[in-house]
């Protein structure tokens, strides 16, 4: 490993026609790959900071993460907690950094490509990408940053024996059912996520839940005080019941229009050692999140340790047109830090521009620029010559 602070060299990555399989796999596409100047794996502050800075060089990004919304680690882990280390912004919390990146790369309105994580990246014609993910979206793109921060992070699953053939249809994650009005609604999990869910379904209005059951191993949650406040009214209202326990199995009833059955209750083992049967409708998983690699280890790039080796000039990821910011990265001196992605994710930009361009890129200040002006929206355009 090289002991300078210089950039890092990088072995050549060995694509293959036949990458071996992944897990995830691409669904199916039936559609043209989207055309795309750069794509961004990876929506975290880095991520979105990668937005902007490639939308002050001119280029269009398109964003794919594996959460329903952005902010990765900062949304799903620290949303409430304090962040004292971004320059000029003495504290925020995780949620209100990303609110702020958010309104930060507004101008440059990037393509979000949500719930979806990239399965296939293989090189395409002319030097550019292809790219596939879980959902079915393909990409032919000119340039790729990998902003993937310590993996994708995907819901931790229930591991009982035949749950998934109800996923997206009774049972869910993430994403919320359709409709849960007049259904009774099981909601699994001990932290704030859990509380909201089971909180939102008891108070939908005309929407409103039959019935909520709040499930957890035991009776005490990590919620925010108001939160807290609000599930106790509820519980008192009977408007919400908790219910103490571990799942242990399934129950379904036969349905002539669905092969696997339709869930018709849980089987629960509470602190007792006795088994309870809980009927539902629908059931929200809210086990928390894992973060995982998955299939960038099988893409052929310089690895180390589960991160990708960078120059530290362009921070390329060892094939041109191709670049790795922020925690997913690793280079001499490297420090997992917000901030410091920041600093990559800019020079990154400009590699990115003058690989797409073909030439030298020249630097221009937001404080004087009419063109970076014109890119961010602050001035109007500038009236053609006559």
């Not at 002050?56 to 900062?74: F, M, N, S, T």
């Not at 949304?75 to 280390?85: F, M, Q, R």
């Not at 009774?184 to 409103?208: L, M, N, W």
Request: net charge neutral.
């Amino acid at each position: 490993m090289p002991t300078s602070g210089t950039a890092s060299p990088a072995r050549s990555p060995t694509w293959s026609a036949d990458p071996a399989p992944l897990n995830p796999v691409p669904a199916p596409s039936s559609t043209a790959p989207i055309a795309a100047d750069a794509v961004v794996i990876g929506a975290g502050p880095v991520g979105l900071f990668q937005v902007f800075q490639l939308g002050l060089q001119g280029i269009k990004a398109h964003v794919i993460d594996a959460l329903p919304h952005v902010g990765g680690q900062c949304a799903e882990l620290y949303a409430d907690k304090p962040i004292y280390d971004i320059p000029g912004v003495p504290v925020c919390t995780g949620r209100e950094l990303v609110a702020l990146l958010s309104r930060q790369i507004a101008p440059f309105a990037p393509r979000l490509h949500l719930s979806q994580q990239v399965a296939t990246l293989q090189p395409g014609p002319d030097g550019q990408f292809l790219l596939a993910t879980t959902a079915g979206t393909t990409f032919l793109a000119r340039t790729v940053v990998i902003a993937a921060g310590v993996g994708a992070f995907v819901p931790r699953t229930l591991k009982i024996e035949g749950i998934e053939r109800f996923l997206g249809t009774q049972v869910f994650h993430h994403e919320e059912p359709a409709d849960t009005a007049g259904r009774h609604v099981v909601v699994h999990g001990g932290e704030d996520t859990a509380v909201a869910r089971a909180i939102a379904s008891a108070e939908a209005g005309p929407q409103a839940a039959a019935s909520v059951m709040l499930l957890h191993r035991r009776d005490a949650f990590q919620a925010a005080p108001e939160a807290l406040a609000r599930l106790r009214a509820l519980r008192e209202s009977g408007r919400i019941q908790v219910v103490a326990g571990q799942i242990t199995g399934l129950e379904t009833a036969a349905q002539p229009s669905l092969p696997g059955g339709l869930l018709a209750a849980l089987k629960v083992l509470d602190p007792q050692g006795t088994e309870q049967r809980l009927p539902l409708d629908t059931l929200l998983l809210c086990l928390g999140i894992s973060p995982r690699l998955g299939p960038i280890a099988d893409w052929g790039l310089a690895m180390e340790r589960k991160q990708l080796a960078v120059d530290t000039a362009t921070f390329s990821a060892g094939v041109p047109g191709l670049y790795a910011v922020g925690d997913i990265n690793t280079y001499p001196g490297k420090r997992k830090l917000i901030l410091c992605g920041f600093h990559e994710a800019t020079l990154a930009a400009f590699a990115a521009a003058e690989h797409i361009s073909g030439a030298p890129v020249a630097l221009q200040y937001t404080t004087t620029s009419t063109r970076l002006h014109e890119r961010l929206g602050v001035t109007p355009p500038s009236a053609p010559a006559r």
